[in-house]
């Protein structure tokens, strides 16, 4: 059973065909993927509308190379999954119409996906061993959640952000540091050039607190750099410092309440989405969980093989894909009533 996934939520046109065999192992036939940092870059973020134009137009170049290096054609395709939110209204259409207009005239089924869902099951993609229950933190430059998954499509969520989330702390903190969009990455380097350091100081997210709050960060690194300004800029080992501290106030919380969830329910943990590329993260975890999962760095960040990895799953559990919408919210939690108790 041959998948095609389709991944335009946000920023990366990605594309993928995933191969299952009889006896239900899948295999990556090719992948693609198409980062838009360059053209988002002078703004210091992402633009929705411009983001939506360069998918339309990456989207048929990406598939005609996955299909060209692949030697497959549409006619091999079982099915096509696509990202239908949460993510960009505007982006999440280029996907979901470039899918349906490759499927309808061949017939092909169109499963719609739901982009964290794809972030949590890249674990199980990598580590065929890996069976539910398990807890997964799912840190993005748009969501940041630690998720219980009990089966597919079967998530409660134990502890999201009420704000900002991860990635975005460190985008907007990077951003106050003059550090080029996308900062996340940029200021992580600064701060593992960094020794550990207690000179500067930032709030952290009271320890008893339920959930994650990092709202409050980007106003304290604001007025850090305010009073600290000539000296930040002026040498390049308080900026390291400066981004150290910052990166820990990140974090930290993320570690101190996923390692709580871990060692309570003694289960494994998968960490996901784009900031588990971020090393103290995978380190500062690695030390205090066991066993962690971190997927290759190519399938933290969004891609097409997690989507279509999605879709192929449903589709081998029997599933009927339910109606393509768009979703700009879709909590993993509704997943259970999406699709219905068609599967175990
Ligand atoms: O999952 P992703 O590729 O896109 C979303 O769905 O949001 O995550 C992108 C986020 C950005 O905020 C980026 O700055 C952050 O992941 N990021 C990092 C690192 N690499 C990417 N943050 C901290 N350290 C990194 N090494
Ligand atoms: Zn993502």
Known sequence: MLILGVETSCDETGLAILDWDGDGNVSIKGEVLAS???????????????????????????????????????????????TCGPGLKGCLLMGITFAQGLALPRNIPV????????????????????KPPYITLVVSGGHTEIVLVEGLGKYTCLCRTRDDAAGEAFDKSANLLELQYPGGP???????????????????????????????????VSLLIKRNREEIFSSPEVFAEVCWTIQDSIVDPLVTKTAKEVKERKLPLVVCGGVSANSALRR????????????????????????????????Q??????????????????????????HG
């Open 317 to 342: 559990a029997g599933v009927t894909p339910p109606n393509i919408d768009i979703f700009s919210r879709w909590p993993v939690e509704t997943l259970r009533d999406f699709y219905g108790a068609q």
């Open 36 to 82: 838009q940092v360059s053209l988002h870059e002078k703004y210091g973020g992402v633009v929705p509308e411009l983001a939506s134009r360069e998918h339309m137009r990456s989207l048929p170049l990406l598939c005609e190379e996955l299909f060209a290096r692949t030697g497959l054609s549409l006619t091999d395709i079982s099915g096509i999954g696509v």
């Open 186 to 220: 940029r200021l992580a380097a600064h701060a593992d050039s960094a020794n550990p350091s207690k000179r500067f100081t930032l709030p952290r997210v009271a320890r008893e607190m339920d959930d994650f709050s990092f709202s409050g960060l980007k106003t304290a």
């Open 284 to 315: 500062r975890l690695s030390e205090k969980c066991s066993p962690v999962y971190f997927p290759p760095l190519k399938h933290c960040v969004d891609n097409g093989a997690m989507i279509a990895y999605v879709a192929g799953r449903y589709l």
């Open 111 to 130: 499963f719609p996906v739901n982009h964290i869902e794809g972030h949590i099951l890249s674990g199980e993609l990598h580590e065929p061993s890996l």
